[in-house]
């Protein structure tokens, strides 16, 4: 359904569907302009759905156009459930639906699909509409898209309201300029397949009006965006079909609107509108009633007035015999009769729209506030607001809807953070692809690691142009002492996995492959609460600031300082002194002289105390200290030199001072040279530690029979209850997170645990950059199915050994004869690993299966263009909503895979349904037996595999590298940030990588969630 042509454009194939009812008279001059479409044929197909139509227009357009797919609906469902079935049959990427009552000029079709193509997160492009040439208004804007007024209704860009009069602006330039529009116009519109999939099709309770808003407002709630594209130029005979201000055009459009805003806006806007309406219902049915009991009248009965209605008793009164009721008081009985009709449907689909209203809510992703923000005729330009700006909404992180940028920081430094860059895997490319695109655009940027790497190293690794970007070394410290590195960056870019370092850049974007778990749920609140108590109760220590996570040696755990660690001590009587014990080591190499510790204690600062509780005593004894703060000054405890004895402790008792506990706790802090174990050629278990290190504490604890009941029921009983006490949320997670201006996930299923687990929502899905255009898809396939994937045990295991049960039940059953499974992947040195890759070969053995392992790129890339069928099953067999860790949460393989023409048959779980599309660009399946018979249809039907591949072929474009980098260019103009004009250029091809340097560099698993690597990510797996 796909081509690509001699420039080197892709041709997709697109359904125009238009919707007919009794259209004789319209129907002829609008498909005879369709039939002048500028756009190659047989890239696009004409449907014209009919709404049982009685005047004979379906029979007159079989015969008399032929190259016209003609569809029948049983009755007239209306605008949205008349082209819902068409568009969910519609077999390529786009739909685009045109009134019958439209003409199109030429390059219209053209116009659209470079407009999608421009815009990768645009779920519709609407069509400039201008008024009929051979009318009054010739050369007068109808639409230009729509704009979102303050009470929720529409309007047409182009069109003026002043003091009630309607008039349209002249097509003379103004709207020549693509921009996002808050909604489209039903009656020209190109939507994306894969959008509306998401957000879902129209909703059939509307019969006509206000089903394309509806639809947009959904879209922009889920983060696609409407472009209004001014090179798709159409005429429109506006309501042809209903007639304007005709009784049906009204009601629907008074029905609708509230109807809308029940469903998707804020509950005030909601409230308030259909109270208003319900209340001129009232105040109609009111005069209705006066009129039937005292209609003598000297005067016509006035026309009720929407916003400012004449009361009753201003009627002049009369003495006279009844007259028969004059037009305007008809007119009101009908439009009470109407507005009964308008308020007893909301009665009737309140609880469906309810429904839907709650799960909308649950599934969104920008909050209400972003969507007001377009609410008005003018709408100034601004960023995004950074997290601490939002206040604790359910979903605090909006997209900017704005079109133009306040371009306010006009530094041009970049720093990338990445604490796993050495590993070079799949999540490092992702970084790797950002740095070339910000450097190409103009900015100094830095990638700042831990561990020194090259740059040419990574250019080749990556296959990437890194020309101007250099990397910056810097010792690994805990995350709030990196916080002061970020200060000298104009935009700072943390792309480490599963890190929340805090910033302080003019500027901040946060990656997330994955976030880390932080359950921020009522029960995870609860079981933070009961922690929290029991910390207090049983007086365990809080480690703070300036500590490393906690290591364990010989079976016992402690942590490592960077200089100056934190710990906050309970007490069980505040205002006493404190009896507590240090104990600490120092781990430095063999024959380092002794290290001075100094041990401090102070009244810690009201915010580092996180519980309310705490707070309180606190600001108690502040009052009885005579309301003046207490004072923060650290008091000395203990200072000594500490001998350098590896695996050995120094055992400290110090007495703090009652005046330092008054508030029930106290913050005690362990100060120390620091040494960086890389420059001293490390310790015997890591030689390549980069961190810069202080002092190792294996205790702090109080003195008492409180802690000792601790150490007892926790520490020797229940140990696992220990380290889950030690290991609870730290608070100040959610304070690094919100020091960020966006926050963008690779994909929507890590959105989706974005916000499960930090209650918190993307600003913008960035998903991975593919090098799609590397292959040379082949029409002519071998019978050869193929996986790709790293062989490794645990994490995110590519589950070879199911693929091949899998595929040993389809070889003994019969039905694949002379069909081949192919395995390709990186290998890994640990014996578990290598385990794992003896139990594959096992498996295999007597079956078609052949096991690449550390496979050369050309090898990978050959399997590539001749396989059939690609295999992806990372998952299978694990609970998704249980360890969602285990799932892929993107999918570099796929996406080269379906790049490379194999027909994607993949598991229908993690991040996979966001890349295949069941049915258009692959199939997914959850169980077994479905794998099996989605693989059979496509080796057994030839037709079918050429459809689904021409599909998966369009859908990897998506997730191409210019794809990313406009997007990625996008979201940095957002923030305030020049781009320079024409710098990016996301189509270059990069600088292709070696074929030696695409295996696997490093064996050993990185923290990136073991993740892969090159412009051929299967090499080694994702």
Not at 95 to 116: E, I, Y
Request: aromatic letters at 8%; charged letters at 20%.
């Amino acid at each position: 359904m796909t081509t690509t042509g001699e420039t080197g454009t892709v041709t997709p194939f697109v359904t125009v569907v238009v919707l007919n009812w009794n259209g004789l008279r319209l129907l002829p001059p609008c498909l005879e302009a369709v039939a002048q479409t500028d756009y190659p044929a047989g890239h696009w197909e004409t449907v014209v759905v009919d709404n049982a139509s009685t005047d004979g227009s379906a029979e007159w357009v079989e015969a008399n156009h032929p190259w016209v797919r003609v569809r029948r609906n049983p009755g007239n469902w209306g605008f949205g459930r008349g082209n819902n079935p068409a568009m969910r049959d519609a077999p390529g990427p786009f739909v685009v639906l045109l009134n019958s009552d439209t003409r199109v000029r030429p390059g219209w079709l053209r116009a659209l699909v470079d407009t999608m193509a421009a815009e990768p997160r645009a779920g519709a492009a609407t069509a400039k509409l201008l008024f009929p040439d051979d009318g009054p208004r010739r050369g007068q804007i109808q639409n230009a898209g729509g704009m979102l007024l303050p009470d929720g209704s529409g309007r047409d860009r182009g069109t003026v309201v002043d003091a009630g009069r309607v008039s349209h602006e002249p097509d003379d330039g103004r709207y020549d300029v693509r921009e996002e529009v808050f909604f489209f116009c039903g009656a020209a519109v190109m939507l994306r397949k894969s959008a509306l999939e998401e957000v879902g099709y129209f909703d059939e309770r509307y019969f006509m009006y206000y089903e394309d808003l509806d639809l947009s407002w959904r879209l922009r709630m889920h983060g696609w965006n409407v472009v209004f594209a001014p090179d798709a130029v159409v005429q429109h005979e506006h309501a042809a079909s209903s007639g304007e201000w005709s009784p049906l055009f009204t009601y629907n459009g008074e029905r609708n609107r509230p109807l809308m805003l029940m469903k998707l806006a804020p509950w005030r806007l909601a409230v308030t509108e259909a109270g208003r309406y319900v209340a001129e219902l009232g105040l109609n049915v009111a005069r209705v009633a006066y009129w039937a009991i005292r209609h003598r009248q000297r005067g016509p009965l006035p026309h009720p007035s929407l916003r400012s209605p004449t009361p009753p008793d201003l009627y002049a009164r009369s003495s006279q015999s009844p007259s028969p009721p004059d037009e305007n008081a008809l007119r009101l009985v009908s439009r009470t009769r109407m507005q009964a009709r308008v308020v007893w449907s909301w009665l009737r689909d309140l609880p469906g729209v309810l429904r839907d209203r709650r799960a909308i809510k649950a599934s969104r992703r920008v909050p209400d506030g972003v969507i007001t923000q377009w609410m008005g005729a003018v709408r100034a330009p601004g960023l995004m607001p950074r997290l601490n700006d939002v206040a604790r909404s359910p979903h605090p992180l909006p997209v900017a809807p704005d079109v133009k940028t306040l371009r306010s920081v006009s530094g041009r430094r970049v720093g990338i953070y990445n604490q796993f860059l050495a590993t070079m895997g799949g999540g490092e490319r992702h970084m790797g692809m950002a740095a070339q695109v910000l450097a190409k655009a103009g900015f100094e940027v830095e990638l700042i690691t831990h561990v020194p790497v090259s740059i040419d190293r990574l250019s080749a690794r990556f296959g990437l142009d890194l020309a101007g970007v250099t990397v910056r070394t810097t010792p690994l410290l805990p995350f709030d002492q990196l916080r002061e590195l970020t200060a000298e960056y104009d935009l700072f870019v943390n792309a480490s996995f599963m890190s929340c370092l805090p910033t302080v850049a003019h500027r901040s974007i946060l990656l997330v492959l994955f976030p880390f778990p932080l359950d921020t749920t009522a029960f995870g609140r609860f079981k933070a609460w009961v922690g929290a108590r029991l910390h207090r109760q049983l007086l365990i220590p809080r480690y703070g600031t300036g500590f490393f996570g906690p290591q364990e040696l010989a079976g016992s755990r402690y942590r490592f300082t960077a200089g100056h660690g934190q710990v906050v001590l309970e007490t069980p009587w505040p205002g006493r002194d404190l009896d507590a014990r240090i104990v600490l080591g120092s781990f430095r190499p063999a024959g380092t002289a002794p290290v001075r510790v100094t041990i401090t204690a102070r009244v810690p600062p009201l915010a580092s105390l996180p519980i309310a509780a705490d707070q309180n005593t606190l600001r108690l004894a502040e009052r009885r200290a005579g309301e003046t703060p207490l004072d923060p000054t650290p008091s000395p405890l203990w200072s000594g030199d500490v001998a350098t004895t590896p695996g050995n402790y120094q055992t400290i008792d110090a007495r703090i001072p009652g005046h330092l506990t008054v508030s029930g706790s106290v913050e005690v802090t362990i100060s120390s040279p620091v040494y960086r174990p890389y420059e001293n050629g490390g310790d015997a278990s890591d030689p390549d530690d980069y961190r810069e290190l202080g002092v190792a504490v294996a205790r702090v604890m109080v003195r008492h029979p409180r802690h000792h009941l601790y150490e007892l029921l926790f520490e020797r009983l229940v140990p696992e209850l220990s380290r889950r006490l030690h290991g609870l949320p730290d608070p100040r997670a959610m304070e690094y997170l919100s020091t960020y201006d966006a926050v963008l996930p690779i994909s929507r299923f890590t959105d989706t645990w974005l916000a499960k687990y930090w209650s918190v929502r993307g600003t913008d899905i960035l998903y991975p950059p593919v090098d799609v255009t590397q292959f040379t898809p082949r029409e002519s396939r071998d019978r050869i199915i193929l996986g790709v994937g790293r062989f490794f045990q645990g994490s995110h295991n590519k589950k070879h050994d199911e693929m091949i049960r899998t595929f040993g039940e389809l070889v003994r059953d019969g039905v694949l004869p002379g069909w081949e499974l192919h395995l390709v992947g990186g290998s890994m040195p640990e014996a578990r690993h290598q385990k794992y890759l003896a139990r594959c070969r096992a498996l295999a053995a007597g079956l078609p299966v052949h096991l690449h392992v550390d496979a050369p790129a050309d090898m990978l890339a050959d399997l590539y263009e001749r396989a059939t069928v690609f295999w992806h099953a990372t998952g299978f067999g694990n609970d998704e909503n249980r360890d969602p860790i285990l799932f892929e949460h993107f999918g570099i393989t796929t996406v080269e895979a379906m790049a490379a023409g194999c027909v994607p048959v993949v598991i229908g779980k993690g991040a996979q349904p966001e890349i295949v599309a069941d049915g258009i660009s692959g199939f997914t399946w959850t169980t077994r037996d479905a794998w099996k018979a989605r693989t059979v249809q496509v080796a057994n039907d030839p037709a079918l595999a050429s459809r689904l591949r021409a599909g998966a072929l369009t859908r990897s474009r998506d997730f191409g590298e210019d794809v990313f980098a406009m997007q990625l260019q996008r979201i940095v103009e957002r923030l305030g940030l020049v781009v320079e004009t024409g710098s990016v250029d996301p189509g270059a091809t990069p600088t292709p990588p070696d074929e030696n340097t695409l295996r696997l560099a490093n064996p050993s698993p990185g923290a990136t969630g073991e993740g892969g690597t090159g412009r051929l990510a299967g090499g080694h797996g994702e």
